[in-house]
């Protein structure tokens, strides 16, 4: 370390800067994994508005004709494909609809990182299940 004319340090001292980085260190260690946990519980909800949006779709159907449409679709292009007006919005969920003329169930299905295996599900009764989402088990968010 150098020292001016007046006496004075520049610069830090080795320790200075391991502390530094130890203290980075530990608040990244707290941070990244809620920082995860918000985008997962995020993603999570948004997959719920989007099995909200297609059961909308639904009971419009049913009140047109007073029978749900007769539908098997395993996946969200066959989903897309039963109903046109209907986008979701997350794409890291495999949507999937199950519907005879006296109801419907619908499911997402997480397809990859975090949420791998993660399931929602909604029916024509208004029963919503989430299982296998880490930490955001039990009822909807």
């Not at 985008?39 to 007073?66: F, H, M």
């Amino acid at each position: 370390m150098q020292t001016t004319p007046s006496g004075h340090r520049h610069g830090f001292t080795l320790i200075e800067l391991l502390i530094a980085i130890a203290i980075i260190g530990i608040l990244a260690a707290i941070a990244l994994p809620a920082y995860h946990g918000y985008i997962d519980k995020g993603r999570i909800k948004t997959a719920q508005a989007d099995l909200v949006a297609l059961s909308l779709n639904l009971e419009n159907a049913y009140q047109r004709t007073l029978a749900y449409p007769a539908v098997t679709a395993a996946d969200t292009a066959a989903s897309k494909a039963a109903f046109a007006g209907w986008h979701p919005a997350e794409t890291r969920f495999v949507y999937s609809v199950t519907s005879v003329a006296s109801g419907y169930s619908l499911t997402a299905t997480g397809s990859g990182g975090r949420l791998e295996g993660c399931k929602i599900s909604l029916d024509n009764s208004n029963v919503r299940t989430i299982s296998n989402c880490a930490d955001h088990n039990g009822n909807w968010l």
